[in-house]
């Protein structure tokens, strides 16, 4: 059986049969109440407002109220570029921002992660910082936030496809594969030859550096799913009893279908994205903001819980391909609040 080259119109097809819907507004009643807010009852008798996609900018709310929130949109505008642990759904920061800061004014968000909040403040004409401590995010939400010229990323690519169809395992000489930790255990040898052709196609585009970026992060998103390691599990783990199916040519298909897809967001997000401005900063933390008093109206951030996602474990595969880390995560993991592990320096000086 003969996997190459891989058939672009076929993969094609496929993403136009799951292209992104129109978005409907919220329809209101002859009561001008809502009609996607509703008050229900939970299985242990407690009363639950629910509220069914965009949740009215003016929602009554009352002191220890509680809420149920569906979200429909997570995949809208760039939110659904690249998948993330954990992360805030639009409604919620949506009508934050909206309901407790105006246009222009600043929103501060501390645990930025993928960008969230600070997407919806583009969209809605707010000014925003976001704070991370961890690369990757930084530069997932860099991607994410970044509008593109639509002729060149259209143009780029229809070369990009192309190029695709043109791989052969011969193509790549083994030593021309990036070194890691435990790299034969996560992949397989022609995944490996894939990733590598793909790494080296785009790291050669002669294109700006935001597009780029944007390649780089298609090419991201698709890096746990041609691994052996379990797409299901937060951590990256493998789990022999899965049986994962991994095959050749399946890191070139799904690289092109996210690709397709990718666009069609960042294509939306571009359309729509206002002239506010965002700082990602890259020398604060959440304890330590070096900004002065008085600089934000507000503050929107969804901050870790005691079981916090171990963020560096979660994308360990995807920073060594996109060269953010190229050998031990203990130190990166050191600044994460979802770390498993504490020195007895830092319990001796922060835990009394």
């Given amino acids: 059986m003969s996997y190459y080259p891989v058939n672009i119109e076929e993969i094609q097809l496929k993403v136009a049969k799951k292209r992104i819907k129109k978005y409907t507004p919220p329809t209101y009643s002859i009561f001008d109440e809502p009609s996607n807010v509703k008050e229900i009852q939970n299985s242990f008798g407690e009363k639950l407002v629910r509220v069914d996609g965009t949740i009215p900018v003016d929602l009554p709310?009352?002191?220890?109220?509680?809420?149920?929130?569906?979200?429909?949109?997570?995949?809208?505008?760039?939110?659904?570029?690249?998948?993330?642990?954990?992360?805030?759904?639009?409604?919620?920061p949506r009508w934050l921002i909206q309901r407790y800061s105006k246009p222009n004014e600043w929103v501060l968000e501390p645990?930025?992660?993928?960008?969230?909040?600070?997407?919806?403040?583009?969209?809605?004409?707010?000014?925003?910082?976001?704070?991370?401590?961890?690369?990757?995010?930084?530069?997932?939400?860099?991607?994410?936030?970044?509008?593109?010229?639509?002729?060149?990323?259209?143009?780029?690519?229809?070369?990009?496809l192309e190029q695709i169809t043109f791989f052969q395992p011969i193509l790549i000489k083994n030593e021309q594969i990036p070194q890691f930790p435990y790299r034969d255990?996560?992949?397989?040898?022609?995944?490996?030859?894939?990733?590598?052709?793909?790494?080296?196609?785009?790291?050669?585009?002669?294109?700006?550096?935001?597009?780029?970026?944007?390649?780089?992060?298609?090419?991201?998103?698709?890096?746990?799913?041609?691994?052996?390691a379990d797409d299901n599990c937060t951590r990256t783990v493998i789990r022999k009893k899965l049986n994962k199916q991994v095959y050749p040519s399946l890191a070139l298909t799904k690289f092109a279908e996210n690709l397709l897809i990718f666009s069609q967001r960042i294509t939306e997000f571009s359309e729509n994205v206002t002239n506010s401005f965002l700082e990602i900063s890259h020398d604060s933390d959440a304890r330590n903001i070096k900004y002065s008093n008085n600089t934000f109206d507000l503050a929107v951030t969804s901050p870790p819980y005691g079981n916090a996602v171990d963020y560096p474990r979660t994308h360990q595969l995807e920073m060594y391909?996109?060269?953010?880390?190229?050998?031990?995560?203990?130190?990166?993991?050191?600044?994460?609040?979802?770390?498993?592990?504490?020195?007895?320096?830092f319990y001796k000086n922060y835990i009394r």
């Fill in 61 to 92: 709310i009352e002191n220890g109220q509680r809420f149920l929130f569906i979200s429909y949109d997570q995949s809208r505008f760039s939110h659904g570029i690249h998948k993330y642990p954990a992360k805030f759904f639009p409604e919620l």
């Fill in 111 to 160: 645990f930025m992660g993928s960008a969230t909040t600070n997407i919806e403040c583009l969209l809605h004409n707010r000014n925003s910082v976001g704070i991370d401590i961890d690369p990757f995010a930084r530069f997932l939400a860099k991607v994410k936030t970044t509008p593109l010229n639509l002729d060149e990323l259209n143009q780029t690519n229809q070369f990009i």
């Fill in 185 to 228: 255990n996560w992949f397989r040898v022609e995944i490996l030859k894939e990733l590598t052709y793909i790494k080296h196609l785009i790291e050669n585009l002669s294109v700006n550096e935001h597009l780029k970026d944007f390649y780089k992060i298609c090419f991201s998103s698709i890096i746990r799913n041609v691994s052996n």
């Fill in 321 to 345: 391909w996109l060269d953010i880390v190229n050998g031990s995560l203990t130190e990166l993991k050191k600044q994460h609040i979802g770390t498993e592990s504490v020195s007895a320096t």
